[in-house]
């Protein structure tokens, strides 16, 4: 099941922004500036149901909270831009109005009731419902406009849901549940040696002298200058009250002064400091020795590698605070790799060689012993039974079922990892069951709603196919 959401990722993206309410406290996410070419605060329009900012803006949020999590809560707006988030933010932001729109065509509504309803179901009662209001400085018409849209989404769904077929539930399961009955024999890179001679490593060296290069330098002109958190608890709490809204956890809610304390310290001192900042920037634009010179390589601990890939096209970085400074850089002089001399190029030519012979002669051992060996049975496995073969590593388990099941070889064997092999596995398929019915009717739960959610993603993705050439779409954005 994790297998299948892996390879089906922009449809669980799909899912996950219409069947739940994730704009609930999400916030904006540095949004920035963009042009308006139609009527204020709409962006596009689906027939007669329009695209407004806010939905563009509650669409990249939940977007920016996705993509956030994957990259271990360390998403910045800077890589956002580079994937592309606000472009498929507003595309998203369309989709659901495509959905609006023919929900209303259907005669589709809601009902204020219905958006009691889910207040209460999300808040418990109108207090707490308050509150979050108060603290997210929204005004109730605003929070209930948005969520009155994504309760006709919710409903044109319901209309819509279609319940899988045995045979769909079956087929879905023998895809996940298939299993094979395997001899395996594991030989390790341990048990063979390889001996190298001097003449070996020098013949190597001088055939591939440009692959073992130094690493690339830059030669730039540095500025750091040390944020002064030097502030009056009076102070940081002027600051945090004017700037409170940027203060906020994952529901919304705004932490207290108390608890982002040193944040705060960190944002007064930015803001304090900035005018500084960007008057060093200019007089090293201009040149002026108010800088010294480093030379660094592209992995440092002074600039980040996203600072660096902008230093290195545009040959000046503005400034950024990194490690409790602000930091400007201006590049100088770009040191292009040289081949090492062998000397120096030995231990890694040593390296390389070792694990390229070590690589032959375990897949020359294991052409020997395909064939005819004589293993373990380990009786029959799914792709998901990693952990009842004892021989290997739980990791190594994994990887070998899946190159197993994917593979058209019945008898062979299979190295791990494939680039430089730990271990050869030799295996045998004795026998076949196209649906291992003990795991299936384990997991039937699992595979019922996962089959339910693949049939309603095909036609969801269908449906706003069709509706897209159907209905007239204007986009304003410039």
Known sequence: MIEWMQTHRKWLVITIWIATIAFIGAGFVGWGQFQLSHKEGTVAEVKDTPVSVKDWQDAYSRIFDIYNKQFGGNLDEATAEKLGLKKIALQQAIQDAILRQYAKDLGLYVTDKEVADKILEVFKDTKTYKQYLRNAGMKPAEFEKSLRKKILIEKL???????????????????????????IKVLKKSDISVDLKESDIKNYWEKHKNEFLSNEKYKIALVKIPLDINATDEELKNFYQKNRQNYKNASGIILSFDKVKDKVKIDYAKEKMFKKAILAYKKLKANKTNYEIVTINNAND?????????????????????????ITAKLLEEIKP??????????????????????????ELSKEEYKTFKGENIGFVTKYDALKIKDLKPAQAVEFLQKVFISQKPNYFVLI??????VSILYRIKEQKLLYKKEFEQNRENVVKLTEGMINMELLNDLLNTLS?????????K
């Open 338 to 363: 040289k081949p090492l001399n062998y000397e120096t190029a030995k231990p890694f030519v040593i390296e390389k060689l070792l694990v390229l012979k070590s690589k032959q002669k375990l897949i």
């Open 302 to 326: 002074i600039i980040p590698a996203e600072k660096m890939q902008i230093l290195k096209k545009e040959g000046i970085v503005k400034p950024f605070v990194y490690n409790n400074s602000f």
């Open 157 to 183: 769904l319901a209309f819509l849901h279609l319940k899988p077929t045995n045979t769909e539930i079956v087929s879905v399961g023998s895809a996940l549940y298939n299993a094979d009955n395997i001899d």
């Open 469 to 477: 050439q159907t209905y007239k779409i204007k986009v304003y954005v």
């Open 417 to 422: 990892p494939e680039s430089n092999p730990d």
